[in-house]
Structures are given as C-alpha cells and as structure tokens.
C-alpha cells in the first residue's frame, strides 16, 4: 500500500465546502483502488489568515509544503482582500517556488451538460490545454515610475526563457504522443508581440521538427478566441503562454458548461516538488456558507490527481462517475438547475463510485 501526503488549504469562501466533498471522493477511490491511501494536513491559509497576519501563509510556509506529495487548494480571495495579494502571495509564490510550470486545463463536455454553444457536442468540446505557468506575463517583473505624478507610467515585463518556452512545448508534444498522436495546436500573438510572442513561435516550430508524426497549428490569441467558439472542435492538445492561456481556458470552461465544472492542476513533471490540484472557480463569496456551491470541479481535480499519481484508471473513473451523476439529473447544485446540497452532490457521487 503507497501512502500519499495531501497537504489541504481549504482557503476562502466555497473552497472549504467543496474540499470536504473531494476528501470524501478521494478516500472512497482510495479504498477502491486499493493500492494507495492519503494522509492530510489541513493548512489555515488564505484570506482570513491575511487579515490576522497580514500575509497569505507564514514565513516558513513553504517549507512546510514542501515534504508533501501533492496540495489540495479550495480557493482564495474574499472582499477586503485585493486579489492580487490573494494570487501573488499564495498562488503564484507556490507555482514559482515549486517549478509548477505545467498547468493543465482539460476543456472538456461531460455528458449531461449541454453547452451553451448550439453546435456544442462531447465530440466538438473535447480539448486539453497546457498553459506555461511559471514565468511569462506574471514573472512578477516591472516599474512603477513618478508614482502619483502627471507622468506616473508603469512597466510590466513579460519574461519568456529559452528553457522555460521549450520544456513546456515539449511537453505539450509528449502529452499529444501519449494521447495517441492528437494534434498540437500553439496560440500567440506574434503580429503585435514582436519579441516575447515571435521568439515563441520559433521555439514552436524548433520542438516540432522532433515530433513529424504530430500535426501541428499555430493561431493568433484573438483568433483563437473565436475559433474556440465557432469551431472548438479543431482544438486537441494547445500550448500557450500564462496569461492567454488563463483568459481562453476560462472561455473554455464557459463551452463546457460553466464554472462549477472546471478543474486545474498545477504540476511539476520531475516529482522534484509538490504539485498542486485545484477547482479554477475562485471563492464564490457570494454563495459561501449557503452549502449550495457546485463540488464538481473540485472532485474533478482529484480525478487529475490520480492521474498524477499514475492511477489513470481510477482517475477516469471518477470522471465517467461524474457523468453519470449529471445524466441522473436528481442530484445536482442549483448553477446546474438542480436543487441539491454541495454535501448531497459529494455524497452521491461517493455512492456512484
């Protein structure tokens, strides 16, 4: 029997509500799998730790994680906090100090949910995006110049590596031959980006002379936008940068069928760190404490975790586990047109399993 060490940061809002019902997820899938089981340390962290402290997570905070094997996150952000103290000094600072630099989105129509799109079908909305997640357009890097004066201006450097662009390229590529040879698809904006985004489209093209068996597209972000929409079936595996990769795969998550639906991990493929695995929906202040929030997301991600965890089996057995729970349609949380509980959801899908 493996043994996995889960570090848990419940955070802000819903993400406690929707944690709760992915822990009993995984230990069921635990039980049945039979080969591995988990042991959790829960982690204080977020937003309400921030307004006792005044930072995220303590000083040694990284230290702390870093023993783990993998980190389950709720969510973070709740109004008082700027969201960018929420992302900069949680989010970001795990995704940096851990060589997160792989962050994979799957844009996926479950069956069950219909898309809002007319033409939106399993076969059409079935896409995984691989978003470099470590440097980029949120290195972090710029100035804030003659603050508060007539000629304040501000700089934000993007910073593209030679390694950073080619490993997660490549891995895109590696993740296409592992599928069975899915085409890659990369998304820039070269025609405005004249360094960052053109040095990207020759490091492209560089990594796919090794893959000829892979069929490659190279788009336009904006373009690509429009194309998610009109034609989502022309996407199979998509590598971009940081920041259009976070815009298109919450469009994506829209195709799919919303929000509630859409998981993330954040990996380190060397196993030299913790990965970490999260529902993309945020904190929902809005809805938090009314037990209504949709967990699916949640439990998706540990779908992707046992995957992580090469389990692949129990991994997409989750996933076809959420299917049937939405085909059901009797237990289903009210963003889904239902009327259930975030613990009935849980509960059932637990049953299901």
């Given amino acids: 029997m493996e043994t996995k060490r889960i570090a848990v940061i419940a955070g802000d809002g819903i993400g406690p509500e929707v944690v709760t019902e992915g822990i009993k997820v995984m230990n069921r899938a635990a039980q049945i799998d039979g080969t591995i089981q988990f042991e959790y340390t829960y982690f204080p962290w977020g937003c309400e730790y921030y307004t006792k402290h005044g930072k995220m997570l303590p000083d040694e905070g990284l230290e702390q994680l870093q023993v783990f094997d993998a980190i389950y996150l709720g969510a973070v952000g709740f109004p008082g906090v700027p969201d960018y103290i929420s992302l900069r000094e949680l989010l970001l600072v795990i995704r940096k100090k851990f060589d997160q630099y792989v962050n994979i989105r799957p844009v996926k129509l479950l069956k ?123 996407f199979e595996i998509v590598v971009t940068s940081n920041l259009f990769g976070d815009i298109l795969t919450d469009l994506g998550a829209a195709i799919a069928g919303g929000m509630g639906i859409a998981a993330g991990a954040n990996v380190n493929p060397e196993r030299l760190y913790p990965s970490m695995f999260e529902p993309i929906h945020g904190s929902a202040p809005d809805i938090a404490g009314q037990g209504i929030a949709n967990p699916l997301a949640a439990i998706w991600s540990v779908s992707q975790m046992f995957d992580f965890f090469e389990r692949p089996e129990m991994g997409a057995h989750i996933l076809t586990t959420i299917e049937k729970l939405l085909a059901e349609k009797t237990t289903l949380t009210p963003d889904f047109g239902g009327h259930a509980t975030t613990e009935a959801v849980g509960m059932r899908l637990v049953e299901l399993l």
């Fill in 112 to 234: 069950g949910i219909e898309s809002p799109l007319r033409h939106g079908t399993e076969q059409t909305i079935d896409m995984l995006v691989i978003r470099e997640n470590s440097e980029g357009e949120y290195a972090g890097v710029g100035e804030w110049l003659e603050k508060g004066t007539p000629q304040e201006k501000v700089l934000q450097t993007g910073v593209f590596t030679r390694k950073g662009v080619e490993r997660i390229i490549r891995y895109a590529f590696e993740e296409a031959r592992r599928q069975g040879g899915k085409s890659v698809t990369s998304i820039s904006k070269a025609n405005a980006l004249n360094y960052s985004m053109v040095f990207w489209d020759e490091v492209f093209e560089e990594v796919s002379q090794e893959y000829p068996d892979i069929s490659t597209h190279s788009y336009l972000v904006d373009a690509a936008a429009m194309f998610m929409v009109m034609d989502p079936g022309r």
